[in-house]
């Protein structure tokens, strides 16, 4: 599985001017990206989710499935992509919203450590 996605991670990347406008579109570093690419890494769904997004694609098509064959064998055992999808956007939505929490957080933390000179 690892090598699938590093392989399809160079695929979509060299649709991109360059590597940097690529990592910025999916949100990963570069050395989150080489240990893709290397199959050196275990990516959560987290970090599949963030890359699909980035890209505008469902996580089976980041994988290089289709979507219509993945819905087929789905409705064969009665599950519903359409709420996987769904259930999938909310949870990338949520942890963009804490990302953004916790970011907002560590800014007024950090502001209210610092004291103006004055009350030394």
């Known amino acids: 599985m690892a090598s699938v996605l590093g392989i399809r991670l160079e695929q979509l990347a060299a649709d991109h001017e360059d590597l940097a406008s690529f990592l910025a579109k999916v949100?990963?570093?570069?050395?989150?990206?080489?240990?893709?690419?290397?199959?050196?890494?275990?990516?959560?769904?987290?970090?599949?989710e963030l890359i699909a997004k980035g890209l505008g694609l469902s996580v089976?098509?980041?994988?290089?499935?289709?979507?219509?064959?993945?819905?087929?064998?789905?409705?064969?055992?009665?599950?519903?992509?359409?709420?996987?999808?769904?259930?999938?956007?909310?949870?990338?939505?949520?942890?963009?919203?804490?990302e953004s929490q916790r970011v907002e957080f560590k800014k007024k933390s950090t502001g209210q450590a610092k004291k103006p000179d004055n009350e030394a």
């Open 60 to 98: 089976w098509e980041l994988l290089g499935l289709n979507d219509g064959v993945v819905k087929k064998a789905l409705d064969a055992r009665d599950i519903d992509l359409e709420a996987i999808k769904a259930s999938s956007r909310a949870r990338v939505e949520a942890l963009a919203q804490l």
């Open 27 to 48: 949100g990963i570093s570069p050395g989150t990206y080489y240990l893709l690419v290397k199959g050196d890494a275990n990516p959560t769904l987290d970090t599949l």
